[in-house]
């Protein structure tokens, strides 16, 4: 049982180059959330899906887009990237209940 | 939306003290606040939660109270020890009553104890 499995663990962007981070959760969680996290910030939700086939904006959803695949995987995608970008990024699952589960984190940064 | 703050962004104790971190939150349907703890380097981890329907918690050196009416809600930790520096993150959402389970942070609070 391995969770909430994040990748890549790292990665350094050119500014305008384009990736995409996978998550995957084992858990059967309806809810999956991508949150980034910069100092002093605390952790700001980007996007989220309440379940399969539904996305919804967070907080700071701009230069971003996302996949919800399947029930398992929710993919953040940054098109162009910034170097307002860098950061960690953080993808969570969650129970009925409200219970987090948190992969272990991309840190990006774009030069 | 929500809207959690957390005070202080720094906290430093020595070891065996008692160490305090204060969140408020705005949406008064919010029913469900955890507590996350993130060491360096590391994924936030839940340490302690509470719900709308009880006013405290406890876990050994740990503790979450909850002022419904006041909207603010506490984490105590008391004799605290080198491992627990880290920071800590207090959180709020709605849960399973509507608006998804988003969960709001706070910005977080560094707690360093200090032999």
């Known amino acids: 049982n391995a969770g909430v499995t994040q990748t890549p663990k790292f990665q350094v962007l050119k500014t305008g180059q384009s990736m995409t981070l996978q998550c995957a959760q084992d858990?059967?969680?309806?809810?999956m959330y991508w949150y980034r996290q910069d100092p002093g910030m605390g952790l700001r939700l980007i996007y989220y899906?309440?379940?399969?086939?539904?996305?919804d904006k967070g907080e700071v959803p701009n230069g971003y887009n996302v996949s919800r695949l399947n029930k398992r995987e929710f993919s953040l995608r940054l098109e162009s990237a910034a170097p307002s970008q860098t950061s960690v990024y953080f993808c969570?699952?969650?129970?009925?209940?409200?219970?987090?589960?948190f992969g272990q984190g991309t840190r990006l940064t774009v030069v | 939306g929500e809207n959690v703050e957390q005070h202080p962004s720094t906290l430093s104790v020595q070891e065996g003290d008692s160490a305090v971190i204060k969140c408020t939150y705005s949406?008064?349907?919010?029913?469900?606040f955890p507590w996350y703890k993130q060491e360096l380097g590391k994924r936030p981890q839940l340490i302690i939660d509470?719900?709308?329907?009880?006013g405290e918690k406890k876990d050994q050196r740990i503790a979450v109270t909850l002022n419904k009416t006041a909207k603010h809600f506490s984490l105590h930790i008391t004799e605290t020890q080198p491992e627990d520096s880290a920071v800590y993150f207090c959180?709020?959402?709605?849960?399973?009553?509507?608006?998804?389970?988003?969960?709001?942070f706070g910005t977080g609070t560094q707690l360093k104890v200090e032999l």
């Open positions: 509470i719900r709308s329907n009880v």
């Open positions: 949406d008064s349907a919010s029913n469900y």
């Open positions: 959180a709020a959402s709605r849960g399973v009553t509507g608006g998804g389970n988003k969960l709001t």
């Open positions: 858990m059967n969680h309806n809810s």
């Open positions: 969570a699952s969650f129970q009925v209940q409200g219970l987090a589960f």
């Open positions: 899906s309440a379940s399969e086939g539904t996305t």
